[in-house]
């Protein structure tokens, strides 16, 4: 059975960092491609970050390129998202999820972690 646990959201202040969690089990983070996504209230779900299989290249939406980072460690199976420079527009809850590569689906999903950002 897949899960996907998030952690490390809260409330901060504009300009903050926070850096989220992602723990899998029942898959292997270096065998897909891990991606984080968001959702505002009254808003779509948006992409926000990824990171593929094997070597682990990365991808970012335009919104955050230059403050958040992506990364992974396959010891602890786990995918992070560090969150940097922080904006009222960030709030969100964050997914994280997991693409298959043969068919390119997100089949797994977290609950997801509360990410809120104050003026």
């Known amino acids: 059975q897949v899960q996907l646990v998030e952690s490390g959201g809260g409330s901060v202040q504009a300009g903050d960092s926070l850096r989220l969690s992602c723990a899998a089990s029942g898959l292997t983070v270096s065998s897909y491609r891990m991606g984080w996504f968001r959702q505002a209230p009254g808003k779509e779900r948006e992409f926000v970050a990824a990171?593929?299989?094997?070597?682990?290249?990365?991808d970012y939406a335009d919104s955050v390129k230059g403050r958040f980072t992506i990364s992974r460690d396959n010891v602890k199976n786990t995918v992070f998202l560090q969150m940097n420079s922080l904006k009222p527009e960030d709030t969100a809850v964050y997914y994280c999820?997991?693409?298959?590569?043969?068919?390119?689906?997100?089949?797994?999903w977290g609950q997801g972690t509360q990410v809120t950002v104050s003026s």
């Open positions: 990171v593929r299989w094997g070597r682990g290249s990365t």
């Open positions: 999820a997991a693409q298959d590569r043969v068919t390119y689906r997100y089949d797994y």
